[in-house]
């Protein structure tokens, strides 16, 4: 029998003409029954894995690409094809490792390069993406999907402009691509254009009507334009298209935590956990906790997931595990422990994972809402529940000895995606400086700094010595326990203010982060936090203005009390 024995070609063309069809279970059939009289044909191995991949026998797939490419090394279209399917696996190193021999095998070939650098943006490797989607275009100049995933690629780095170019380049070369315009979607809602965003979108489903992921973009855009239960619909639709969508799921739950349905919008956030970028750290299945098993005495591992405010304001379902009895760990930035520490004495704090024969159980931080079965009735809302170092609170007392009423402020979070429209100019706090008696004092630390050296009100600075050391927050902390009142945007220095117990103002955005729910001007999360909404979306003069106010009006009633 030889190496390369393929059955008559017309067998071949009728298993192709099946998978061009759809028919994917018959070609699976077929394929089987062929290969048994063919085991050394590469080419049906081939087609036997595309079947396998589309009826979602992934272990097959993978199996019958690695046959092929054992009997023919060569075939770069098989390399190719494993990677799509170990991608999907959220086996990204090995998918990579196909698509690099594939294209040593076939260096000329456009799509190995564009597909390749879509996964090592997956990787977070976005300058040799970048590079892969450029090589891609080089080798076939007219590639609208590398003009898109190239825009995908700078997207993720913050390039917007080149991103919505890329994207542009794409639709100029494929005006009918329904991918380039959600993508050209998702970018400009990055941008804060609302509207040019929801007609991009809207783009994409009248070119391609049952486009779950246009669907879902769709309503993350009604989201941001306040229309909630739109949103909800869209999503519902996204879901509906696609029955395992996580990344729906997920986009859902923003809407009902908004709405203050926390039960359901918690609920539904655990479908993050499916996301290809959470699937390589996800709870075992042996180690998962119910919410109802019994935890006293038992080893309870939580680690920390998404940005510092995160790991702030749901470190409180720490100590609502302790009560229970467990034997607390959280695997949290380094950085982070000794504010933390503040929390119980009993809790352990570690940078690695323990070994597994020292866990009973195990879950993400964001998943303790969910497994307590949180509702903005059983929100375990407490006036602090951590605490300032003391021997660094006096010591900034004895550096802030103006008697003035001193007011912690702070403007801009770090510049990510989420950051569009919720901070705001440190000058806006300049009608707020002529307030008499006011102190201003910058909390503020990395990027926004320089703003400072463009305004011109007084503004107390802190020096270099401010937050240097390798603990985070700890001077912050103990200059806001110094302060009569902290104003700041939706950053983490607003969760650690309420986490502290301080009177705390945060100014938001008009449809704001999922946490501060819409309308009310109160936190469930914090009892001493008061909330300040745009009523027009961009809208921060009169934000700052209803602040003055307020302000003013404290003021006067501090002096009564005195």
């Not at 977070?124 to 995933?149: M, R, V």
């Not at 929801?198 to 009604?222: F, H, R, T, V």
């Not at 929390?343 to 195990?362: C, G, K, T, Y």
């Not at 001077?475 to 302060?483: E, V």
């Amino acid at each position: 029998m030889k190496i390369n024995q393929h059955p008559p070609q017309e067998e071949i063309d009728q298993l192709k003409r099946l998978l061009g069809k759809g028919q994917f279970s018959l070609v699976f059939k077929n394929a089987e029954t062929i290969i048994q009289n063919y085991p050394n044909s590469f080419i049906i191995w081939n087609l036997l894995g595309v079947a396998a991949y589309e009826i979602k026998k992934f272990d097959y797939a993978i199996m019958s690409y690695k046959k092929a490419i054992s009997i023919n090394p060569k075939y770069e279209h098989t390399y190719n094809n494993l990677g799509l399917v170990l991608r999907d696996q959220g086996k990204v190193d090995s998918a990579i490792e196909a698509y690099e021999k594939a294209i040593l095998n076939n260096p000329g070939n456009a799509l190995f390069y564009n597909n390749l650098g879509a996964l090592l943006s997956e990787q977070g490797k976005n300058n040799e993406s970048i590079e892969a989607c450029k090589k891609a275009i080089l080798l076939k100049k007219d590639y609208p999907e590398a003009y898109n995933n190239l825009g995908a690629i700078l997207r993720d780095q913050g390039k917007i402009s080149e991103a919505i170019e890329a994207c542009n380049k794409a639709i100029f070369l494929k005006s009918d691509y329904a991918e380039a315009y959600n993508n050209l979607g998702a970018i400009l809602r990055d941008q804060g254009k609302i509207s040019e965003a929801l007609d991009a979108c809207k783009k994409a489903i009248l070119l391609k009507p049952n486009y779950a992921e246009a669907y879902n973009n769709l309503g993350a855009i009604l989201r941001d334009q306040g229309n909630i239960y739109e949103a909800i619909e869209a999503c519902n639709k996204a879901v509906l298209l696609k029955p395992d969508y996580a990344e729906a799921y997920y986009s859902l739950s923003f809407s009902h935590n908004l709405k203050g349905d926390l039960e359901n919008g918690f609920k539904l956030y655990e479908w993050r956990l499916r996301e290809k970028r959470f699937i390589a750290r996800t709870p075992r299945k042996y180690l998962i906790w119910n919410g109802k098993k019994s935890v006293l005495g038992k080893k309870f591992f939580v680690y920390e997931e998404q940005g510092l405010g995160d790991i702030i304001q749901f470190a409180r379902y720490l100590l609502l595990l302790k009560q229970k009895g467990a034997e607390v760990t959280f695997r949290v930035k380094t950085k982070m422990h000794s504010l933390l520490k503040t929390l119980d004495e009993d809790i352990i704090f570690v940078e690695d994972d323990p070994a597994q024969n020292n866990i009973d159980f195990e879950t993400p931080l964001m998943s303790l809402p969910f497994l307590f079965n949180t509702n903005l009735d059983t929100i375990p809302s407490m006036t602090s529940y951590l605490q300032a170092n003391h021997d660094k609170v006096k010591s900034w007392c004895e550096r802030l000895t103006k008697d003035t009423f001193k007011v912690g402020i702070c403007w801009q979070g770090s510049k990510n995606k989420i950051d569009f429209g919720r901070s705001f100019p440190l000058s806006l706090f300049e009608s707020i400086s002529k307030v008499p008696n006011i102190e201003l004092i910058s909390l503020h630390k990395g990027e926004g700094e320089n703003q400072i050296k463009d305004i011109n009100f007084e503004l107390t600075t802190l020096g270099d010595d401010f937050d240097a050391g390798e603990n985070a927050f700890e001077d912050t902390a103990a200059i806001m326990m110094n302060c009569d009142l902290i104003i700041t945007s939706d950053t983490a220095t607003a969760h650690l203010a309420g986490a502290l117990g301080c009177p705390t103002w945060v100014a938001l955005k008009k449809v704001p982060d999922w946490r501060w729910m819409l309308e009310q001007n109160q936190s469930p999360w914090y009892p001493n936090m008061k909330l300040y909404r745009q009523k027009e979306l961009g809208d921060w003069d009169h934000v700052f203005k209803i602040i003055k106010r307020d302000l003013e009006s404290l003021i006067k009633q501090e002096k009564r009390i005195k």
